[in-house]
Each structure stands twice: as C-alpha cells, then as structure tokens.
C-alpha cells in the first residue's frame, strides 16, 4: 500500500446465488484510492460497478449475495490499517457514515419517505459523533444550506416528497458528508436526474470534496461525467476491470477495445464539426454477456472486433502499460506473455 | 387535516343512509306484521284496541312514510322500544356497549402485542424452514373457530378462581384489575386470529421493506441494526398493517357477540342473541344499525391514524387545499 | 397453471390433500358410519372414546356416536359452504363485471350497495338475515352467501377495471364483437385468477362462519349434525366429557386450514406479482 492511499481493494470477488445459477457479480476486482482522489468506475449496467461498491462496506443483501473472497484494506487517518471484509461487522458499522460514506443512485427511494429530511441527515452524526438532539439538528441545518439549499430552518422539517429530485439528491449529499468522511462513494449520483440538473450536482460533490479532502469514488456509466470530475478510471467489464488509467491517457489513448467502443459511443460536439462529422455514432455490437457460469475466456471476447484466438480459451492478464500515470489493461492485444 | 376529517365525515353519511335502508327494510320482509308478533305474546285486544295499536304500529300508513318517521326518530335517538319488556332500546344498548367495546378494544390490543413482535421477528429470520412454519402457524391461527377457543379456554381455566367470568362478572370501573384479569381469554379468544394475520401482514411487509433503497441508505450511514429495523423499517412496514388491523376490527366486534354468549358476558353481544331468540326486532335492528356504524368509524379511524403515520397522504390533501 | 408447480408448493398440496380426505370422508358416509349419527342411546351417554365399544370419539350427552356425527356433519358444512360461496361469487362477479364495464352511473350504484353491504361485519350480517329469514338450513347459505357478494364485486370489478382498457379488448371491440361476448369471452378468464383464491378462502370463512351461526343456535338445527351445533350441545357437558367439544371442534379447524393453505398456495402458484416475493 503506497503512502498516500487510503483504500486498496484486492482480489475482490462477490457472488450471488440465483435460481438460474451463481452469478458472479464482481470477480477478481483490484484497486487503489489515494487520499482526496476522484477515481471513476465506469461501466455498461449489470457489470458489477455497484456491488463493488456495496461489498466495500460489506451493503451487499445476503443471502442471495455473498462476497467470496479478496481483502479491503482501509487505512485511517492514525495509520491503523485493517480488512474491512474480515473484522467484525460491528468495525464495520463504526466506519459506514462516518469515515466512508455513500450517495445513491435514485434520491427518492434513497431517502426514508416517512421520515423529516433533518432527522435523516442528523442521524449520522449524532451516531458518530455522540451530538445531542439540538445540536444535530443545528448541525442538520448547516449541512442543508452548505449543500445550497434555501430556507434550510423551515425544510429541515419536511419529508423527502415534498423536495425535487434535484433538492433530495443534496439532501442525500449533506447526509453523506455530515460526518466529513475520509471516502465518498458516488452511486450514479446524478443518473435519476433532469440532465441540467446533473451538472450542479456533480459540481456540488467536486467543491465539497475538494474542501475537506474527501476522496470520491464515483461510479458511473456516463464517461462524460468521469472526464469532468476524476482523476483515474478504472474501466469495468462483466464483473472485472479491464483497463486502469488516468482520465488523460484513457480519454487519449485508449488501450482496451472495449474502452475505444465506449469512447466512441459519446456524442460529441467538436467530432461534428470535423470532416467525419456525418458518421453514425458508434455502438458496440452485441450485448453484457450473462454473467451465469462464465468460462475461462475474455468476457469481451465475443463483442470485440479485434477478437483473437486465444480470447477464447484464457483469461487475459493484467499488463501494466506505459502512460502519463499508472496504467494497465487486461487484454491480449497489449498483453506481453503468452501470445 | 380537519377538513379531511370533514370530507370523510360527510362521505359516511351516504353509506349510513344505505345501512339504515338496509335494517329498516330487511326487517320488514319477515312474515307477519310487527303487531301480530306483538300480539303473540298478549291477550285478546277489543276491536277499539286494535285500531289504536295499529295506529301505534303504524299499519295505516305507506311503508316509507314509516321509514322516514323511524329514521327521524333514529337521529333524535329514539330508536324504539323492547317488544318483550316495553323498554326503551337505547339504554338497554349504551349500558352493554362498553363492554363489548372494551372487548373489542383489548382483543385488537392482543392481536397487535401479539402480532407485530412476531412479524417483526419472523421476517429478520429467513429461511425456507421458518418461512413455512410462519405460514402455516399464520394460518392456523386464522383457521381455529374462536368460540372452539373460547370453549377449550373455559374448559382448561375452569378450575382456576379468577380468568373465566361466568356470571360473575366485574366492571371495569369497580375493579380495574380484576376486569382485565376476566376480560383476558375472551380477549384473546377474538384476538388470537387477527394476531396471526397481523403477524402475516407485518412479516410480509418488513421483507419487502428491508428490501428498499432507504434500508441500504440507513445501514450505509451506520446506524445499529436494531435503529435500522425500528425506525427506518418499521414505520414505513406498518402502513399495510394498519389498515389491516382496521378493517378487522370491526370483525372483532362480530366475534364478541359470539364469545360474550361463551364467557357469559353481559354485553351487547347477548343482548342481540336474546333479542333474535325472542324475535324483539326493534332491539335487533337497533343493534345492527349501532354495531355498522360503529364499523363504519373505525374504519375512518383507521384511514386517519394512516394518514398521520404516512406523511405523504397528509400532504396530498395539503395541496389540494392550497 | 401447471400441474408441476401445483405438486412443487407443498402449502398448496397439503391443502389439497386435507381437502380429498375431507371429500373422502363425505363420500364414505354415504355408504357407511360407524354408528346412526341421530339414533339416541341411553346406555352409551358421555362414553370417552374406546376402540372396545366402537365409538373411536366417544359418544355425546344423548348416547350418540361422535364420529358418526362429524362424518354426517362434514356433509352439511361443506355443502352450506360451497353453495353460499357459490351464491356470493356469481352474484359478486356479475354485479362487479356489470358495474366495471358499464361504467358511469351502474358502477357508481352497483359499488355504493357493496359498500353499505361491507359496512356490517360479516359475522353480524350473517346473524341478521338469519334472524330475519328464520332458522332453516337453507337460510344458512343465503346468509353466508350475501357476505360475500361485496367482496366478490370488488375484486371482478377491479380486475375488470384494469383488463378493460387493454389492447386485445380494443381490439375485440373494433372487429365488431358485441358487448355479452367480449365480457365472458376475453375477459372472464383473466379474472379467474384472483378469483380462484378468493374462493378458496370463502370456502374456509364459509366453514367458519356456519359453524359459528349453529353454535349460537341460528344455523342448523338440532338433531341434523352440524359441527357448530354438535360443539354448542357440548357447552354443557363438556367439563365432563372434553371429547365432545374436542372432536367437532378439531373436525372444523382441520378443513379450515385445509382451505387456507390451499388458497394461499394458490395465490403463490397463480399471482406471478406474487410468485417472486415469498
């Protein structure tokens, strides 16, 4: 673990239990998180950005889901460094709220529709920091007008429902951060929202970060979101990374055929106005395999127009690759063994 | 909110109306006119008698004129007199009915004390086995005749002073203590199957709420399981089981009919079988029209302690106001 | 529905066996009881059950046979159940259908009498028409069967509400079908699912609630057995002789159950909302 990383996932594999078999959601997931670092995780839907996630802070519903294996080292402010998926789920509720704290996808069901909006956002802290009632409702008000929200004495006293989608997603980003956390994790924060209001709220959590150092893993399907907001990528593919990089050299020299497919697949205003600007947006071809009973192959292989021989038959290694930052990609086009 | 009161109010007033055509003419169906049968039980009446009774009884005049008169006299509280003893029907009714409510009231008590914790706790445990053994005791406890229960309750108690009334029985204004003590089994004769189904309700409901999104938020920030489970799930689990637990209340005041006759409780619940043993029909139609409306409010009762637990019902009305 | 997702749901199947015994049981007591379930016999009054006299449930305060009794009386309840419940499901469901597809002001009237009929509780409803009709068997079923109308309209009345603005009816409509055939030939059948269930679980009330209306003495009269009136003689002399309250009452909550779980499995093999959630 390097000197500034704050969290490093190794080897992470959760499974789920199905009817139709076991599904292994996030399979053989390494990486790493410097302190007040954006890292994006990026991915089609279904690939396993969420249960990563979730399985970080141990949220994942068993049964059906069971993380199977791998080690979540997470290093405290003292120093003190310990594997969040092996002490006792007692360590880890101590920890979820107030050194690494979550913000979901959909505000509406996220937030308790029976519940005032100040007593949700005051529960973490008065949990973690032992506040009184009061004071946790003062402190409620503060995080309600740091996060914009206007007229915070009066809300604090509302029910999510009587917020817009815009004004619950701040009140999930005040509830989230009442504790000022080491790690934000970024659920596909702003995908239930009216696209103008999704730029403020990403700017809300770039600010928010920035001024209390909190380091934000932010997963998204949207690489236009991650261009704006993040240091590195990690770029996920049916449960596994494929391609580690800085946002400048995943954005300029993308390795990996899936990450070129996806790149390719963004609309893009200044690509219109040059000479190609009259072809048809690229989508990849083909579907996220299931993830039921995957062999030993790449799992891209079967949509990947570079596909070889041998991504049929093995998995490809994690090749580290020159660039500006660290980077790697898993694929056998870049791979330098076993060709 | 008042005016919500309000509106529900009023919305009663048109399914009473139906309730009261209902006894009124239902009773009007038997064969036999009301004096005849008031006459089965007298001696010869002179013919200048007979044209007063008949006057008295109304059999001069069209059958809605009588029902409005009889409605009239209903809304004033005049709802008649006894065949059999001469009485007015409506004291005879006001000094039975807190027994009956008291009944009802402590059997939903029962079922809730019963029935929530069970719920509650079947749902965190889950596991094929459980899962059909909660179902199956759900369903049997939906399944056993609650005047059987009160029989065996009587049967397994009788030789202990104290829990089975029979006769004896003691208001609760006298004796607070020994009320509650005798009102037990009966109470938990009504209560036990609407335990089991509250306990379905709140089992059913919890799974699916600890299912939601918010339930990952609220572990997500922390908070103890047992938080978790009281304050976020809980009052968001209940609302179905509110309603619920409303809507059988009414049923608990029919099965208190049935259990006062086995625990020989004074209520109104044996007032009404004495009456239909004696065809007094006044008295019956009375009761009818008291238990129904009795029905009818707890269920508004109900509708209203829904909308004070669920916020968003509350508001929806504020909105329309505004 | 498929027969192997019937034999899968073992809530369903134990339903259905407790219900055949029942059915058997019935059908053997038309050919045989052990002993004549009216025929008094003063020698044999309050026998605990013996397998040496013969009387396996003992015999009641008149020297008759127990057993024999439930047996007969298992007739009676289930033929009063099963024709109340048939009385409120037609007329519930074709009060519902012709309220949700008509529409406007039949709805509006047909669902205000449902709600009058819902605003007394069943039990008390039950009580009141026999009161008013008089103590006869039949009586009984007319009794339980009015309970049942409301909530048989709600339920056809809702499914319909929702199945009506549907495609395939549109369609129907516009290929020139008259109104009679679109109701019983489209949509009848998909409203039989939450109908099935339903009559399932009257069918357990219905026991339940004739069993309640003969203890109280409104139901069926003495000397036919019923379970209920079997139970309400036993009231007397039951201190001495708990096997006459035991059985009948046994015989009641045993069929009972065996229509819940037969409903309630069906509910789970029949409702794909609810297939997933349990």
């Known amino acids: ?339 | 909110m008042g005016r919500y009161i309000a509106k529900r109010l009023l919305s009663l007033v048109p399914v009473l109306f139906g309730v009261s055509i209902i006894v009124f003419f239902l009773v009007r169906l038997i064969p036999g006119s009301a004096l005849q049968m008031y006459m089965g039980t007298q001696v010869e009446a002179t013919p200048q008698q007979m044209e007063e009774l008949k006057r008295i009884f109304g059999e001069d005049r069209p059958v809605t004129v009588l029902f409005v008169e009889w409605l009239g006299r209903i809304l004033q509280g005049d709802f008649g007199y006894s065949l059999r003893t001469g009485r007015a029907v409506l004291p005879d009714i006001l000094s039975r009915l807190p027994l009956s409510l008291e009944l009802t009231l402590f059997a939903l008590f029962l079922a809730l004390l019963i029935g929530i914790p069970q719920g509650i706790a079947s749902s965190l445990k889950k596991n094929p086995v459980s899962d059909v053994i909660n179902r199956i005791v759900g369903l049997l406890g939906l399944s056993l005749p609650q005047f059987w229960l009160a029989s065996l309750m009587v049967l397994a108690f009788s030789g202990t002073r104290g829990w089975i009334p029979m006769g004896n029985y003691i208001k609760f204004a006298a004796n607070p203590l020994r009320n509650l003590q005798m009102l037990f089994l009966p109470a938990l004769a009504i209560g036990i199957g609407l335990a089991a189904v509250i306990m379905r309700y709140t089992r059913n409901s919890m799974l699916e709420v600890l299912q939601m999104d918010y339930i990952r938020t609220a572990k997500a920030k922390g908070l103890k399981k047992r938080v978790v489970i009281l304050r976020h799930a809980l009052k968001n689990a209940i609302l179905p089981v509110i309603t619920v637990a409303g809507f059988n209340t009414g049923y608990l005041l029919g099965g208190a009919i049935v259990i006062e006759e086995v625990f020989a409780l004074p209520g109104m619940g044996r007032l009404a079988l004495y009456a239909i043993y004696q065809r007094d029909y006044p008295v019956i139609q009375a009761i009818v029209l008291v238990i129904a409306t009795l029905f009818v409010l707890v269920n508004l009762v109900t509708d209203l302690i829904y909308a004070l637990v669920d916020p968003r019902i509350r508001l929806d009305e504020g909105k329309k106001q505004s | 529905m498929s027969k192997s997702r019937l034999a899968k749901n073992s809530i369903a199947m134990t339903g259905v066996v407790i219900v055949a015994l029942y059915l058997l049981s019935i059908a053997v007591s038309f050919f045989w009881l052990p002993f004549d379930p009216v025929a008094m016999d003063v020698e044999h009054l309050l026998e605990a059950p013996s397998l040496a006299t013969g009387h396996l449930f003992g015999t009641d305060e008149f020297g008759r046979d127990i057993l024999a009794r439930i047996m007969k009386g298992s007739t009676i309840s289930l033929v009063i159940s099963l024709c109340a419940t048939a009385l409120g499901s037609v007329v519930g469901v074709l009060m519902g259908i012709w309220a949700g597809y008509l529409g406007g002001r039949w709805d509006h009237w047909i669902m205000r009498v449902a709600d009058v009929l819902f605003s007394f509780p069943s039990l008390l409803l039950a009580i009141f028409v026999m009161a008013i009709l008089g103590e006869k068997t039949f009586n009984v079923v007319f009794a339980i069967g009015i309970v049942y109308i409301p909530q048989f309209a709600r339920i056809s009345r809702g499914a319909i509400l929702t199945i009506k603005s549907s495609e395939f009816v549109r369609a129907a409509r516009s290929n020139g079908a008259g109104s009679s055939f679109i109701l019983f030939r489209h949509l009848l059948p998909n409203i039989l699912v939450p109908l099935i269930v339903q009559v399932s679980l009257s069918l357990s009330v219905a026991i339940l609630l004739e069993s309640s209306l003969s203890f109280l003495g409104l139901g069926v009269q003495p000397p036919a057995p019923s379970w209920g009136n079997m139970l309400s003689g036993a009231r007397k002399v039951m201190v001495l002789a708990p096997w006459t309250a035991i059985y009948p009452g046994l015989a009641i909550s045993f069929l009972v159950l065996g229509f819940n779980l037969l409903g309630d499995g069906l509910r789970d093999i029949l409702d794909p909302r609810l297939r997933n959630v349990r």
Not at chain 1, 43 to 71: D, F, H, M, W, Y
Not at chain 1, 134 to 146: G, P
Not at chain 1, 175 to 194: V, Y
């Open chain 1, 1 to 339: 673990m390097s000197a500034e990383s704050i969290l490093r996932v190794e080897g992470l594999r959760t499974e789920f239990h199905t009817e139709s078999g076991l599904v292994k959601a996030v399979n053989d997931i390494s990486f790493e998180l410097a302190r007040g670092e954006t890292l994006g995780l990026v991915g089609e839907s279904g690939c396993g950005k969420s249960v990563t996630n979730l399985s970080i802070l141990r949220l994942v519903q068993s049964p059906p889901g069971k993380i199977a294996g791998g080690k979540v080292l997470f290093e405290a402010l003292d120093g003190s460094r310990r594997d969040l998926l092996a002490v006792s789920e007692e360590e880890v509720r101590v920890l979820r709220g107030k050194n690494i704290s979550m913000i979901f996808q959909d505000p509406l069901t996220s937030l308790n529709p029976v519940l005032r909006v100040g007593v949700q956002i005051a529960e973490a802290i008065q949990l973690h920091h032992g506040l009184r009632k009061r004071e946790a409702r003062a402190k409620s008000i503060e995080m309600m007008r740091l996060i914009g929200m206007p007229d915070p004495e009066r809300r604090v006293d509302d029910y999510p429902h009587q917020f817009s989608g815009g004004m619950r997603q701040r009140v999930m980003i005040a509830m989230a951060l009442s504790c000022k956390p080491d790690i934000l994790i970024a659920d596909e924060p702003t995908t239930a929202l009216d696209v103008t209001i999704q730029a403020q709220i990403l700017d809300l959590i770039k600010s928010l970060s920035a001024r209390d150092a909190t380091a934000v893993i932010m997963i998204t399907h949207d690489l236009g979101v991650v261009a704006g907001m993040c240091d590195s990528i990690c770029v996920m593919y049916a449960g596994r990374i494929v391609e580690k990089a800085t946002v400048d050299d995943l954005f300029h020299d993308p390795l990996h055929p899936y990450t070129k497919g996806l790149l390719a697949s963004i609309p893009r205003v200044d690509a219109a106005a040059s000479a190609e600007g009259s072809q048809r947006l690229y989508s990849i071809p083909g579907a996220p395999p299931s993830l039921v009973g995957m062999s030993d192959c790449c799992p891209f292989h079967p949509r990947c127009e570079s596909a070889m021989g041998i991504c049929r038959s093995r998995l490809p290694p994690e090749t580290v690759h020159a660039g500006k930052g660290p980077r790697s990609v898993s694929c056998w086009l870049h791979a330098k063994e076993g060709r």
